[in-house]
């Protein structure tokens, strides 16, 4: 196991969030070294333990699960017993992070809202998640990532013009409402061990899907509210010109960046794309000058292409899936891929933290807990 000293070794996080926006937060404070309490109901859990996105099971368990709860500890409690709310109440007391993603007034029901906590341990830092946030009509919706894609406008930005609504194949809203969640809680920390004040950081999936989106909804006013106009064919943006998207070759696909068409005309024996020198063309154009670019790609192996434009500093990349990905040198060099291990010593293969501190990988063989797994241990260490 890696020893070394992380950024947040010693803080504790009492964690109730369930599925994976929340959760996915509370992993990365986990991997920077935070002690993660995840808080479950009795029989069920957190209810993504039997959340498949495959029929692949991990040691009895959703793969999802495990792959997003790795390195927390299960503490199994009725919150609806006087009992059981009462012994996470002096678990909270000597917490420095609570985090819960429960629809608007589950929280308060089960005594676990802010005002209650705050009143318990008033520096706490409490997180909160919401899918359309605490007001409003929307405010009791399910905050599922699909739902967020669709009515975000997100979905009509990928894929082809004639594609139709086209959603990302991730969780990503979740993901990323989770990364902004850890971040408002970092910032919150950090006040904290300055000035000892606490702080409630709330993030909705719903403002997370539009932020991510910073680009075209920046280009979507200051083009008057026109409509969103994908490529044709051969997208990867709907906002940008050509040359930028995915194209045919004759054994695979490549990626194409920003380029100036008359010298990738040049550069590629493509007489036609040196009709093309004013730049406004690349936009108002775009889409005869993308048939004109993929027809040409189709007549070469990617590799025959790359061995052009990569030597004149034009962005592209090999599409590659997951096998060649990782067959790669530059994948291997990452060591992006941990082992993790189970108490019952299941192991399983999966990513570590992105994030590397003084030269170390931020790296936990510890695999995700079984339900109330950690119950006895905590109880005593912690008197409840």
């Known amino acids: 196991m890696n020893k070394i000293n992380k950024p947040l070794d010693g803080i504790l996080v009492v964690d109730f969030s369930q599925y994976l926006s929340a959760p ?21 859990g957190d209810l993504c333990r039997d959340l498949y996105f495959s029929n692949l099971v991990i040691n009895g368990q959703s793969s999802m699960f495990q792959a997003i709860n790795r390195n927390k500890q299960s503490y199994q409690v009725n919150l609806k017993s006087d009992e059981g709310r009462e012994k996470v109440y002096k678990l909270i007391k000597q917490a420095d992070i609570v985090i819960q993603n429960f629809r608007p007034d589950v929280a308060e029901r089960l005594g676990i809202d802010f005002d209650t906590i705050k009143g318990i341990k008033s520096d706490i830092i409490y997180a909160e998640l919401s899918g359309y946030g605490k007001e409003g009509v929307w405010k009791n919706k399910p905050g599922l990532d699909m739902l967020l894609q669709a009515v975000s406008g997100l979905t009509q930005l990928n894929g082809n013009q004639n594609a139709g609504p086209v959603p990302i194949g ?30 409630r950081v709330e993030v909705s999936m719903l403002e ?36 930028y998207g995915i194209y045919q070759t004759k054994n695979g696909y490549i990626a194409l960046a920003m380029g100036q068409i008359p010298f990738l005309g040049e550069l590629l024996s493509c007489d036609a794309l040196l009709n093309y020198p004013e730049v406004e063309s690349w936009f108002t154009q775009r889409d005869e000058i993308k048939d004109i670019l993929g027809d ?31 067959d790669t040198e530059a994948f291997k060099i990452l060591k992006m891929i941990q082992e993790v291990e189970m108490s019952d010593g299941y192991k399983s293969k999966t990513t570590r933290c992105p994030i590397e501190i003084n030269n170390e990988y931020l790296t936990s063989e510890i695999g995700a807990p079984f339900l109330g797994e950690h119950n006895n241990s905590i109880e005593k260490e912690f008197s409840l």
């Open 24 to 44: 996915s937060a509370s992993l990365r404070l986990a991997d920077l070294g935070a002690r993660v309490i995840k808080i479950e109901q009795p029989e069920t």
């Open 170 to 199: 991730l969780a990503v809203i979740d993901i990323l409402s989770g990364a902004h969640l850890c971040q408002g809680v970092l910032a919150c920390l950090h006040r904290k061990l300055n000035t000892g004040e606490g702080a």
């Open 208 to 243: 997370s899907a539009l932020e991510y989106q910073f680009e075209s909804v920046t280009a979507f006013f200051r083009d008057g509210g026109e409509p969103t106009i994908r490529a044709k064919s051969n997208s990867a943006h709907a906002y940008l010109g050509a040359p």
């Open 296 to 326: 040409h790609l189709k007549t070469k192996d990617t590799q025959d292409w790359l061995n052009v434009l990569e030597p004149a500093d034009i962005w592209c990349a090999e599409i590659m899936d997951w096998k060649t990905l990782f």
